[in-house]
């Protein structure tokens, strides 16, 4: 669907292309026509099934580079496993360097994506990577709401996503809050604390991905439990894993809001 999107806007018809499994799972891509000396973009989120959708990007970077493609762009709007990024605790892996070696090693030569989750997943390429960023674009959608009459906050639910929300708070001239998530022994409950006066206000939750949605409903819940008046959220990649979407519809969320980075089903 963003591949039609992105083609229709700039005029260029998609490629054909073949990609089925066989009956053990495997996946099989074949490209229907001549790419010999083309400059190709393949478009492909890895977002879930995750698996999946990485073999197809690399098995179809693979197929584009043996067909003597000029060069390969992979286009990848939601980056999967970018939240392993970095190693917690011993015998882990960093994923997200794997799969930047993975997609050079499959013949890509340069890569776009929007949002990464870690920034320093820009350095773990040996080939260069454009990071976009929707701010642009989410905040003309969020004119609706700052024409609101009630003061708007833009609410980071979470420490690591201060620096996005001081960002959107500053360009839109509204205030900052944190929502600080400490875990009590044995990490069987959570606490929230709010950095920040949200009473009376409408408050905006910024966060780049949403998975199971936990985060986004307490902090909403913490919001309300503190006085705001009306609580939306926007979320650059909506993974929505599980029973995120009811989990949501049950919250204190007036409205959610995401780009098309994942496709909807």
């Known amino acids: 669907v963003l591949a039609e999107a992105i083609s229709s806007y700039i005029g260029v018809n998609l490629s054909d292309a073949t990609i089925k499994k066989f009956a053990d799972g495997e996946i099989f891509v074949k490209i229907n026509e001549n790419i010999r000396g083309e400059d190709l973009y393949i478009i492909q989120s890895t977002s879930p099934p995750v698996n999946d959708n990485l073999m197809e990007l690399l098995i179809a970077i693979d197929a584009a580079s043996r067909a003597s493609a000029k060069r390969i762009t992979a286009v990848i709007?939601?980056?999967?496993?970018?939240?392993?990024?970095?190693?917690?605790?011993?015998?882990?892996?960093?994923?997200?360097?794997?799969?930047?070696?993975?997609?050079?090693?499959?013949?890509?030569?340069?890569?776009?994506?929007?949002?990464?989750?870690?920034?320093?997943?820009?350095?773990?390429?040996?080939?260069?990577?454009?990071?976009?960023?929707?701010?642009?674009?989410?905040?003309?959608?969020?004119?609706?709401?700052?024409?609101?009459?009630?003061?708007?906050?833009?609410?980071?639910?979470?420490?690591?996503?201060?620096?996005?929300?001081?960002?959107?708070?500053?360009?839109?001239?509204?205030?900052?809050?944190?929502?600080?998530?400490?875990?009590?022994?044995?990490?069987?409950?959570?606490?929230?604390?709010?950095?920040?006066?949200?009473?009376?206000?409408?408050?905006?939750?910024?966060?780049?991905?949403?998975?199971?949605?936990?985060?986004?409903c307490n902090a909403a819940k913490a919001l309300k439990n503190n006085g705001a008046q009306e609580i939306y959220s926007y979320i650059v990649h909506g993974v929505l894993s599980g029973d995120a979407l009811e989990r949501i519809k049950g919250s204190d969320i007036k409205e959610l809001i995401l780009t098309d980075t994942i496709q909807a089903t």
Do not use: W
């Not at 360097?97 to 890509?108: E, F, Q, R």
């Not at 340069?110 to 990464?116: A, G, I, M, P, S």
């Not at 205030?175 to 709010?194: A, H």
């Open 77 to 216: 709007p939601y980056f999967g496993y970018a939240r392993q990024d970095r190693k917690d605790e011993g015998r882990t892996s960093i994923s997200a360097k794997l799969i930047a070696n993975l997609i050079t090693s499959a013949g890509a030569n340069r890569v776009v994506t929007t949002d990464l989750h870690a920034g320093q997943i820009q350095g773990f390429f040996d080939i260069p990577l454009d990071n976009l960023f929707s701010v642009n674009e989410l905040i003309e959608d969020m004119k609706k709401i700052t024409d609101k009459r009630s003061e708007l906050a833009i609410v980071s639910p979470d420490v690591g996503g201060v620096v996005r929300a001081r960002a959107f708070a500053k360009r839109i001239n509204a205030s900052l809050v944190i929502i600080d998530k400490r875990r009590e022994k044995g990490g069987e409950s959570e606490v929230m604390n709010i950095i920040g006066d949200v009473k009376d206000k409408t408050c905006v939750i910024l966060d780049d991905i949403a998975d199971s949605a936990g985060t986004l």
